[in-house]
């Protein structure tokens, strides 16, 4: 059984929340071949996935997709999830998407609330400790919703949290995984195609900066290129076939 995973707060957190997240084997069990066979075949059109290749199967692993649509948080684990990797994935949620039925869902699935304008000490925090017991976590680095088709700004929290990984358990080699997701739609209903691509990691050791601001700024700079990289580029129905992972 999965354990709960909690953090706990002390004098330098600067809010009192605690922070965790879990995964419910039952419903794990229940949702990945429900969503991969049933629900999301019969909402969506064509589900194209490419990359599977470069999810890392062990080590720490942030995987930092672009944010077009509340699908995502399902769109995602069907690309990587246990049916494909064989790991659980964790979620940083903005706190707002974590609300009725889907937020149900995703409380008992590995998500948990950050404030995209103030992250908390405890969320940061709890990321830490998730990718220190060498876990994948989902962290959407625009921060919120864009339902255009370009890569948006990205936050450095998602650059600063894996180097915070690093600097605490040295050789982890902790990485973060550029994914792209579109849609046909900007707010995808039924029959949208769905195209998922997944880059080569970013190894995060190789951003070794005495500088964590510089570090974090380059490794920010390069996820974001991988980013653009991905979505920006035409994706052929020919050289994607449909994922059966």
Known sequence: MTQPHSSQNDSEMTQTTTVGSRVSPWLA?????????????????????????NIPRTCPV????????????FIVPYATGRMVSGRDLYFMVSANEIKGLQGWFIRRMGGFPVD???PGMGSLRHSVELLCEDEMLVIF???????????????????????????????????????????????????T??????????????????????????????????LKDLHEERLSEDSLPISTA
């Open 116 to 118: 995209t304008d103030r």
């Open 141 to 191: 680095p625009e921060g919120g919703i864009y339902r255009d088709q370009q890569v948006h700004p990205l936050k450095r929290g998602v650059a600063r949290i894996a180097l915070e990984v690093e600097s605490l358990k040295p050789g982890s080699g902790v990485k973060i995984l550029p994914i792209s997701v579109k849609y046909t739609q900007p707010y995808p209903g039924w029959g």
């Open 62 to 73: 942030i995987l930092a997709p672009t944010h077009r649509s509340r699908w995502d948080a």
């Open 29 to 53: 069990r229940l949702l990945y071949p429900l969503g991969r066979y049933i629900v999301l075949p019969l909402y969506f059109g064509r589900i194209e996935v490419s990359g599977q290749e």
């Open 193 to 226: 195609d769905v195209q998922v691509k997944i880059g080569s990691p970013l190894n995060v050791a190789d951003y070794d900066d005495p500088s964590v601001k510089k570090s974090s700024e380059q490794l920010t700079t390069d996820l974001e290129a991988a």
